[in-house]
């Protein structure tokens, strides 16, 4: 970017501060209980930019039943911590890096890897230490297409990466399309209606090359095939980047540490009521307000708030909350599907035959094997995982030996599901996920960010693309989105103005 373009970004942002903070006797009173309902990466993220936006005096309540952290969790085996959730960080996701560096908490040790392709049969790619017998490797086999992927993927990404501007400048958006519009114009609604298959066949991509090199990497992000939606597929695509980081400790460690910096009181019980309500007031006039019901451990309670945000899903079978109050129109549950995965690690010894490698288990070196759409669907991916907290010296034990593999797969696997995959194995943990939505397009409609006057949605935003950035995104944009509308600060929302602006400075 040009120097006069970061001196206008700069002049823009200062402008933009410097109102905000000179206070006006007609700017009503900022809220004084906020209640957000989950405690995982986007009940974090809303806490901590809620906090940045309505200071130090309002309360904030995080209700969350289970532990924090949510879809972001770990499992111990073998005297270790591993990640049973989300496991790596691209290195373009903003704000999980301002996440950390705002707290202070460490990256996670790096650990070379390498990736192997597996067709139901044998390995069709193997990674070699050196980039260019991998390069040569992928030019015999695909030509230049995976080139091309690349380029394909950087130009969507640079215009995912427009967000970051429009928040850091206070815009905000009331809808998952006018956010996405905000970023890619037309060109990202397109992708949301039609899958990443029907997508890159039209940009010439050969239908081989969709099923040997895509369609393994949208397997390993969600669990679904190359006919998920484009966007979702795209970004599910950088999954072939280098780059990638976790945190030190494990990634939920990012919520706690969000949920103690934005001082917010987490209480630990399931809410089970949401209710609009209006009473009068001491000067005569009505007020209005939240009502929230909760059940935990010791009983049942209930608590009143200006403002609610969900961090949850609120499709059939992932909540039982109910809405009082609230227009039949807007009122969940919402249609649509979660797609479940088993997330299982094994600590054991894996059978390198049953992947076709006919040499020594000594001498496979591979640590994330990718699969390809098969009939016998037994794995979307494996993956040699390493502790949470890598201790000094630690090397990645070999095949041949006892280790740590995640299995994620569409079905709990039985003793003879494990027994073909591993020669032994002496401990194995099971997590049923519904982790992301079914992805498969046309998608007709997407939840609202604003499911009532003050009472805000931050899962709606996991039905474009589901990642831990895109939560935080959707957190941002949700605090952003009740700053204005409290104080009634309409010129930053639904408005895609901003590089018109820029260029007025230069």
């Known amino acids: 970017m040009k120097v006069e373009t970061w001196r206008a970004l700069f002049l823009l942002g200062l402008c933009y501060n410097i109102r905000r903070s000179l206070a006006s006797p007609d700017i009503p009173e900022p809220p004084t209980n906020i209640a957000v309902v989950g405690g995982g990466i986007s009940g974090a993220a809303v806490a901590f930019f809620l906090r940045q936006e ?4 309002v309360k904030i309540d995080v209700f969350e ?40 908490i460490p990256t996670r040790q790096d650990v070379p890897s ?82 990443l298959e029907e997508t890159m066949r039209a940009e010439g991509f050969p239908q081989i090359f969709l099923n040997h090199v895509a369609a393994p990497l949208t397997r390993l992000t969600y669990g679904q095939s190359v006919r998920i939606n484009g966007l979702a597929g795209a970004l599910s695509l950088t999954g072939a980047d280098s780059g990638h980081w976790a945190v030190d400790g494990g990634n939920k460690r990012v919520c706690s540490g969000l ?16 209710a609009f309500k209006v009473r009068p007031s001491k000067k005569g006039l009505s007020t209005s307000f939240y009502e929230v019901n909760y059940q935990g451990k010791t009983g049942s309670g209930h608590g009143t708030y200006d403002m609610v945000f969900i961090a949850t899903p609120l499709h059939q079978g992932k909540s039982d909350i109910a809405f009082s ?15 479940r995965v088993f997330s299982v690690l094994v600590h054991g010894v894996l059978n390198t035959s049953y992947l076709g490698v006919g040499g020594p288990a000594s001498e496979f070196t591979a640590s994330e094997i990718l699969t390809v759409d098969s009939q016998d669907d037994l794995l979307y991916s494996l993956t040699s995982v390493d502790p949470v907290r890598i201790p000094p010296g630690y090397r990645r034990p070999p095949a041949s030996g006892a280790k740590v593999w995640k299995v994620v797969s569409p079905r709990a696997l039985s003793r003879d599901d494990l027994a073909r995959v591993f020669l ?67 010129g930053r929302i639904d408005q895609e103005d901003l590089h018109v602006r820029l260029r007025g400075e230069l």
């Open 65 to 104: 039943p289970g532990d924090v952290g949510g879809r972001l969790a770990t499992v111990k085996i073998a005297d270790q911590e591993y990640e049973t959730g989300g496991m790596a960080i691209h290195p373009l996701n903003l704000h999980m890096k301002h996440f950390v560096d705002k707290l202070g």
């Open 325 to 339: 109050g609230l227009p039949p129109t807007t009122a969940p549950p919402f249609p649509g599907i979660y797609h």
């Open 424 to 490: 032994s194995w002496d401990s194995v943990s099971q997590t049923p996920w519904l982790a992301y939505p079914s992805y498969r397009p046309p998608r007709r409609q997407i939840p609202p960010f604003i499911l009532h006057r003050r009472l805000y949605y931050l899962s709606a935003a996991e039905w474009a693309a589901s990642s831990m950035e895109m939560s935080a995104i959707s957190a941002r944009n949700a605090a952003l989105l009740a700053h204005h509308r409290w104080y009634e600060q309409t």
């Open 259 to 274: 949920l103690y910096h934005s001082k917010s009181e987490v209480i630990q019980a399931t809410v089970t009521n949401v």
């Open 54 to 57: 309505f200071g130090a005096a």
């Open 114 to 195: 390498k990736k192997a392709i597996f067709d139901g049969g044998e390995l069709t790619f193997e990674e070699s230490d050196w980039f260019i017998v991998n390069f040569l490797r992928m030019l015999w086999r695909y030509g230049l297409n995976y080139l091309f992927m690349q380029m394909w993927v950087e130009s969507v990404m640079d215009k995912f990466m427009r967000i970051y501007q429009y928040q850091q400048y206070g815009y905000s958006f009331t809808s998952v399309e006018k956010l996405l519009h905000a970023m890619g114009g037309d060109d990202f609604l397109s992708l949301m209606n039609r899958t």
